[in-house]
């Protein structure tokens, strides 16, 4: 059956892979982005492939925003079925220079250079707010037209560093395990008026959001990318398409019994422990 689903963050590497799989399985898609050309390029690639979209700005973190987007969603798709909340990641003031302190950085003065003692609340405010409140928000636009029907969902996006937070990124590590939770809150909390809510947990995938951290200028890995891939049993970095099998199984009413989960899409870097 075909269902109208909002995707926030669609214009991005891993969402707008999703958006193009739910329309070919010809649901009805409104791409949302905070970048509206973005956010119409895959609504062009989708409609160029066959299918129903619709290229839609909004800020995740601004209700009145949210509030613009869903009604000309309503006006040219209908009431929301589904909402996968995309919208998500890190930014450099939430994030040390080194993954451990040593006494010596403290007498560090390179430009740039950052300790846990120099972390901006600022910059960590930003993450926590894109990650969690960039999800909580449009659930409060979006869920409400899903109350009295069947079939609706929503699924999160959160990430491995959920589990067991990784090195450098305490802001965006701590904002994805507030995402975890907040899907087994919300699934508790939806589940008398049938809105299952789920989340993925994707491993490592090399977007445009980590490339400088993974790559150097010339292709290669950085340590940092070469610890990732040694931490991985499958020994490579995620495709984009490595997320849509489970996206359209939580999505669709093959899961129609499952809520409250974090699905880890990650080759193995969750079960691993390195030995
Ligand atoms: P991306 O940067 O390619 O896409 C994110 C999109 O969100 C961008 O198009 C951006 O314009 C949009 N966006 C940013 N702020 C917004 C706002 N305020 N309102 C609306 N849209 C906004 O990133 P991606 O890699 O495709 O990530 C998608 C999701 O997956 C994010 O939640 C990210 O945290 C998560 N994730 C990514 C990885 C990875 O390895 N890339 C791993 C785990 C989880």
Known sequence: MSKVVVLTGAGGVLCSTLAKALAEQGHKIAVLDLKLEAAEQVAQDIKAAGGTAIGVVA???EKASLEEAKTKVNEVLGPVDI???GAGG????????NPFL???DLENTTEG???F????SKGIEFVFNLNFIGTLLPTQVFAKDMIGKKGCSVLNISSMNAYTPLTKIPAYSGAKAAVSNFTQWLAVHFSKVGIRVNALAPGFFLTEQNRTLLTNSDGSLTQRGQQIIDQTPMSRYGVPEDLISSTLYLCDEASSFVTGIVIPIDGGF?????V
Request: net charge negative; no cysteine.
């Open 117 to 120: 003692f120099d972390l901006d």
């Open 59 to 61: 800020n995740v973190l």
């Open 113 to 115: 250079f950052k300790t």
């Open 83 to 85: 909402l996968v909340n």
């Open 90 to 97: 890190n930014h450099p003031l939430g994030t040390t220079s």
């Open 102 to 104: 040593e006494e010596a």
């Open 270 to 274: 969750s079960a691993y422990s390195g």
